[in-house]
């Protein structure tokens, strides 16, 4: 089992940053990849970005490329998500999820955290 824990969401204007935190724990060496996901409401889950644990390779959605950044501390079993130049659109519930293949469907992803929310107001 892989325990996640995310943290750091809130309330900022847009044009703000905020950085988000993924703690992982549990049986993590089966769980390469780990990802952000959001939700906004009334709409469907959709990926954000992913990061791999043993060589921190990253992929983006087009629609936060350029301002999210996502990375790793092993030591810590803890991965970010630093959020800048945050748009309304970008207003949502950011989860992380872990999983073992480099993929963007969220089905591919075995453990989920439980959620944080981003609102950026306008």
């Known amino acids: 089992q892989v325990q996640l824990v995310e943290s750091g969401g809130g309330l900022v204007q847009a044009g703000g940053s905020l950085r988000l935190s993924c703690a992982a724990s549990?049986?993590?060496?089966?769980?390469?990849?780990m990802g952000w996901f959001r939700q906004a409401p009334g709409k469907e889950r959709e990926f954000v970005a992913r990061?791999?644990?043993?060589?921190?390779?990253?992929y983006y959605a087009d629609s936060v490329k350029g301002r999210f950044t996502i990375s790793r501390d092993n030591a810590e079993n803890t991965v970010y998500l630093q959020m800048n130049s945050l748009k309304p659109e970008d207003t949502a519930v950011y989860y992380c999820?872990?999983?073992?293949?480099?993929?963007?469907?969220?089905?591919?992803?075995?453990?989920w955290g439980q959620g944080t929310q981003v609102t950026v107001s306008s």
């Open positions: 990061i791999r644990w043993s060589s921190s390779s990253t």
């Open positions: 549990g049986r993590t060496f089966g769980s390469n990849i």
């Open positions: 999820a872990a999983g073992q293949w480099a993929t963007s469907h969220d089905g591919d992803y075995r453990y």
